[in-house]
């Protein structure tokens, strides 16, 4: 869908990148009155923990012309195929210039990346969420199974899919994990008051995130199924690769 504006003199900085990255790529669905797509999905734009403050004129223009371009690139890797299509072709889709696109994107392949970066910044606001009294790993399953509800969780596993068979976009995927990694730290490490030994903090970030690609990795592996049911899918294989973790991998199935 394109852009309602072209912000072409605008600037688009890394910590905004960031900052916008929640905002996903959005969906054709229509939306109820309860924040679910007529799907019963919930949308990518809010949290399940509560409505987040609104943002700014110009913010909001920011986080729809990333939307955009994000989806519009999605939109053209569906259609065409990976490395089948142009920056050009995502920015004249998403009704903006190509100056615009490299201000909020290096690639085509970065655009794509969006969903992965919203459901994964989402995973930490969640968890944040998430009563202090709560076992760490209980907390983050609870923090993963909830946000899995939104669309984000489907186009996020079909991307995964997609980067198997693309150097670029899996390079793309790999800093998204890097950030996500860093941000679900940062989380963490807030939650418990900075008190958590170092070695366990990495210990834990890391095995989580390896826990939630493992069941990426599997449903990837499984055949194409409508998206919806295959998100219903990916939910389930990523619960219960964290529970595995929590009960500490002694039940083999």
Not at 89 to 113: M, P, W
């Amino acid at each position: 869908m394109p852009a309602t504006s072209d912000p072409s003199d605008s600037t688009t900085s890394d910590a905004d990148s960031s900052a916008a990255a929640t905002s996903g790529t959005g969906t054709s669905d229509t939306v109820t009155s309860g924040g679910a797509t007529s799907s019963g999905r919930a949308t990518s734009g809010a949290t399940t923990s509560g409505a987040a403050t609104a943002p700014g004129r110009r913010e909001q223009n920011k986080l729809d012309t990333r939307r955009a371009i994000a989806g519009s690139a999605l939109d053209l890797a569906r259609t065409h195929g990976l490395g089948k299509f142009t920056v050009d072709q995502v920015a004249a889709e998403a009704g903006v210039s190509r100056r615009t696109f490299f201000n909020y994107f290096h690639s085509a392949e970065e655009a794509l990346t969006t969903s992965t970066d919203a459901f994964l910044e989402l995973a930490a606001a969640e968890f944040m969420a998430r009563p202090t009294a709560e076992p760490l790993l209980d907390a983050m399953i609870a923090a993963l199974a909830a946000i899995s509800k939104t669309d984000n969780l489907g186009v996020c596993g079909e991307l995964f899919r997609m980067a198997e068979g693309s150097p670029e976009l899996m390079r793309s995927q790999l800093h998204s994990w890097e950030r996500a990694e860093a941000r679900i730290r940062q989380v963490v490490d807030e939650r418990t008051g900075g008190n958590l030994d170092p070695l366990y903090l990495l210990a834990f970030v890391g095995a989580v995130l390896s826990c939630v690609k493992a069941a990426m990795q599997v449903w990837a592996a499984s055949a194409n199924e409508s998206l919806n049911d295959s998100a219903d899918d990916l939910e389930e294989q990523i619960v219960d690769a964290l529970t595995m973790l929590r009960d500490g991998f002694n039940n083999p199935i």
